[in-house]
């Protein structure tokens, strides 16, 4: 098993930049895929982001597309999502997870979950 703790939420401008961090323990990091979802109030939850176990493969999320990205350093056993030119919309809780597939864009396909961090844009 693998636990996932969030880190790096918080309240930033629309235009704005934020770094998530997903610092993992327990199992080898790199044995997983990692994914990023988001829930804003009232909505399901839904997929934004993944990265393949080795960091080679990348999914987005067609909302995200070209101001989000994300990496991995397994050796620190820590996920990162970088999110640039933020807008009200990605207003939400994020949250990490990891796959014992190398990738997925399911939310079904996760069995391990963070807690989440807030992220709040302002307009």
């Known amino acids: 098993q693998v636990q996932l703790v969030e880190s790096g939420g918080g309240l930033v401008q629309a235009g704005g930049s934020l770094r998530l961090s997903c610092a993992a323990s327990g199992r080898t990091f790199g044995s997983y895929g990692m994914g990023w979802f988001r829930q804003a109030p009232g909505k399901e939850r839904e997929f934004v982001i993944a990265i393949s176990r080795s960091g080679g493969s990348i999914r987005y999320a067609d909302s995200v597309k070209g101001r989000f990205t994300v990496s991995r350093d397994n050796a620190k056993n820590t996920g990162y999502l970088q999110m640039n030119s933020l807008k009200p919309e990605d207003t939400a809780v994020y949250y990490c997870?990891?796959?014992?597939?190398?990738?997925?864009?399911?939310?079904?396909?996760?069995?391990?979950w963070g807690q989440g961090t807030q992220v709040t844009v302002s307009s």
């Open positions: 997870a990891a796959t014992d597939l190398r990738i997925a864009q399911t939310r079904g396909a996760y069995a391990y």
